[in-house]
């Protein structure tokens, strides 16, 4: 029941970020999309901490568009949200600090124009840095043996190459559409834990490939605009948390918040033709 509720917020923010972001008329379709993703359906109803973790993740991006489309302050309440993602699922540390970072660099020159606010957000990002540190300092080996628990190559005894040469292989499974839309994917892609799937279904809904693709191509074709490359980063950042250790659906569970962004994009657009 807690997490149901939780998870009303993240689809909550998802037709705030479609309606008031991009302006979509069927901005409440997302919604309706978003709710029916097969591996959310699941995953939401569920106690694993990686539902909430994923509407932290939703509400720190629909404030940092907010930010950048409305008033620069919503950059504290993202920045907020976003340390709530990290602190509340371990992957999402990765997955909230690779996309924060392709933000900082994505937008430079709006957030130098905005300095006060950039520079409050930084103290902001301290304040909610010390209980991270805090943990370091009495647990200084706590991010190794975590990593040494869920197998991760990191802390294997390889050259740092090889270690490169696995965490690239990794973040390709977690983009290959295989893994996503088919109901039972390749043994090479990646395997499943059966209570993480739901029967004749793909972690994706496959009707919704071409969609997710004229979403793209939109993004692409919108590059200047941030909003259209926030969608793209977030697409990009999904597998991140994965990679670390191996690809498992929980790890990447970030990819429903781009595909539901995605989707509603393109039929969006598509039903703007007619």
Not at 111 to 134: D, E, N, Q
């Amino acid at each position: 029941a807690v997490s149901v509720l939780v998870t009303l917020l993240g689809a909550a923010a998802l037709g705030f970020i479609l309606r008031r972001v991009f302006h979509l008329p069927l901005w409440w379709s997302g919604v309706l999309i978003f709710s029916i993703i097969p591996v959310w359906f699941l995953h939401s109803r569920t106690a694993f901490e990686p539902a909430e973790a994923i509407t932290f993740y939703i509400l720190f991006i629909y404030f940092y568009m907010r930010y950048r489309t409305d008033k620069p302050w919503w950059l504290l309440t993202a920045l907020f949200f976003g340390a709530l993602s990290a602190y509340t699922y371990s992957p999402a540390q990765v997955a909230v600090a690779v996309t924060g970072v392709r933000l900082l660099v994505s937008d430079l020159p709006y957030h130098w124009r905005h300095k006060k606010v950039a520079l409050a957000g930084l103290g902001i990002l301290v304040i909610l840095s010390f209980p991270y540190l805090r943990f370091l300092v009495l647990h200084p080996v706590g991010n190794r043996d975590q990593l040494a628990i869920v197998s991760s190559y990191w802390v294997d005894e390889i050259p740092f190459t090889e270690k490169l040469r696995h965490f690239f292989t990794e973040y390709l499974r977690g983009l290959d559409p295989r893994y996503w839309y088919l109901a039972d994917p390749p043994q090479d892609v990646t395997q499943t834990i059966i209570r993480h799937l739901m029967k004749g279904y793909g972690h994706l809904a496959l009707w919704s490939l071409p969609f997710t693709l004229v979403g793209i191509l939109l993004c692409l074709l919108n590059m200047r605009s941030s909003k259209f490359r926030t969608v793209l980063i977030t697409l990009l950042a999904a597998p991140v948390g994965g990679a670390i250790a191996q690809i498992t659906i929980t790890r990447t569970l970030f990819m429903v918040v781009p595909s539901a962004m995605l989707s509603s994009l393109g039929i969006g657009w598509l039903l703007g033709l007619f």
